[in-house]
């Protein structure tokens, strides 16, 4: 069993930073895969970044590249999300999650994957 938390959530001006924390709990961090997904009200969840566990590999969606920064501490067992130049349209809800892939250039959730209980971000234009 994992449990993760999130934090790091709040309200920024346009042009702004936060950094969101995953911290997970219950069993060994190192061997899973984590991402991050954001689902703002009245659309569909997004897939915005991942790290591989493996090698550190990284992927982000086209929405962020380039102002996002994905990244892990595994002695901390905690994933960061660098969020730059923020933007009134990266307002969501943010969820880190385990066992996350990549397909068809898409990052989508694994079928027995963990999900934490999400941080809100609100973006001022």
């Known amino acids: 069993q994992v449990q993760l938390v999130e934090s790091g959530g709040g309200l920024v001006q346009a042009g702004g930073s936060l950094r969101l924390s995953c911290a997970a709990s219950?069993?060994?961090?190192?061997?899973?895969?984590t991402g991050w997904f954001r689902q703002a009200p009245g659309k569909e969840r997004e897939g915005v970044s991942c790290?591989?566990?493996?090698?550190?590999?990284?992927y982000y969606a086209d929405s962020v590249k380039g102002r996002f920064t994905i990244s892990r501490d595994n002695a901390k067992n905690t994933v960061y999300l660098q969020m730059n130049s923020l933007k009134p349209e990266d307002t969501a809800v943010y969820y880190c999650?385990?066992?996350?892939?990549?397909?068809?250039?898409?990052?989508?959730?694994?079928?027995?994957?963990?999900w934490g209980q999400g941080t809100q971000v609100t973006v001022s234009s």
């Open positions: 999650a385990t066992e996350v892939t990549v397909v068809a250039g898409k990052l989508i959730p694994g079928q027995f994957g963990y």
């Open positions: 219950g069993r060994t961090f190192n061997f899973l895969a």
């Open positions: 790290i591989s566990s493996s090698d550190g590999s990284t």
